[in-house]
């Protein structure tokens, strides 16, 4: 590979601000935890930005869980309706159908969202003869929601693109009942909401009994961990619950939306927030998670391409326009073999430039890695953050999402960091989490129903 530093100086200098140091990382954990413990604390709760909703799940998986199960999994541009049969302590078996969510969807009203998710349920559960046996039914919504009990959760702000109307402030249970109440056609049981992250860590819990973490890093990026009950201050029986233990749904994606991330974002990073749905919001997701890696890498180019600097002599209208460098050619590029410019050549060709030129597709690949060791070294603050927080030295931590599955190097990005921050403290080993959403929700429905 040509050395990017001696042949794109400007491009370098850029990637440069994407580097986060071994102390700007510690600086990370710190303030996290300091939100975390506002989001915990009662007297804080109501002004915290890291909000830690309790699920209400306090249980893990024993293994002894059997029977069947629907799940549904709304949490990105697809839906999913799901048959979850839990057959022994080792089988689970799953059929399901995906269905698309239009813009139209995410964006128009919130009734005819849910109609819609009614209608996909009804259609299933038809095709499999369960219109009529009120089968258990447990709700992935993987969105901020604030929960009052196990089968209760008010979508406090939307996230990755959604802004159906009429949603926010609502029990979304009650919106998924009511709107197969409408259809009059059905009769299923919806016994519990989760979040994607809480359905990883059960799902993970299932096969991994020190399981303790789940995470999500796909469209968007979110973790849960286990919590002692008595440090849950917003759950009214904090201090004579039965149960130790709490699962808490931190929804980290919201950690730097007072300010505390500043010392380390871009003007990328800005540009990022500032052109999308939510300014402001969400900000150490817009760090980290799949809706804008691809994003913050077309900004660089853009720029770079605007002064002259790469792919010189070559322009395109495609390139220029907002979302058009998707977050997979990130990991297409970054799964070229060392030596081999394949992949990165395709990506171009399909923005619209034709370039064969080894030198400027080394730098693309240099910008693709920025973004996604940043995103990783950023992850793996929020995990060790966690990790420190329950004082174990011992662990699995569960993971799902599009960006940590697909990309080549992920994995080892995340244990490289972690290694780093946690000095062989801790032993612990970052598992994918097989279907979270629907084996997670199946597990919960089954403890629930229970
Ligand atoms: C949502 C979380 C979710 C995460 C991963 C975030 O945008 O707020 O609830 O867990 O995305 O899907």
Known sequence: MSDPKKQYPEAYAICEKFIISKQNMQEIVTRLTKEINMGLTRDTHPRATVKCFVTYVQELPTGKERGNYLALDLGGTNFRVLLVNLINDKEIDITGKTYAISRELQEGSGSKLFDFIASCLAEFCKEHKLERLNTPLG???????KQVGIDSGTLVAWTKGFKAEGVINKNVVELLRDAVKRRGDLKVNVVAILNDTTGTLMSCAFNHRNCKIGMIVGTGSNACYVEKTVNCETFDEYRNSTKPNMIINCEWGAFGDNGVLDFIRTSYDHQVDKN???????IFEKCISGMYMGELVRLV?????????IFKGQSSQKILVKGNFDTSFITEI?????????????????????TNNEKDLDC??????TISTRSAKLAACGLVCLINKMNVKDLTIGIDGSVYRYHPNYHTLLTESMNMLLAGSV?????????????GAALIAAVCAK
């Open 364 to 369: 693309l690949r240099l910008i693709c890695e």
């Open 276 to 282: 999308s749905i939510n300014p402001k919001k969400q």
């Open 334 to 354: 970054e799964s070229d073999q060392p030596g081999s410019h394949r992949n990165a050549a395709m990506v171009m060709d399909r923005l619209g430039i034709r």
């Open 301 to 309: 180019i853009v720029e770079l391409m605007d002064k002259q600097l």
């Open 139 to 145: 709700f992935t919504f993987s969105f901020p929601c």
């Open 427 to 439: 032993k612990f080993e970052l598992a994918l989490s097989e279907d979270g959403s629907g084996r």
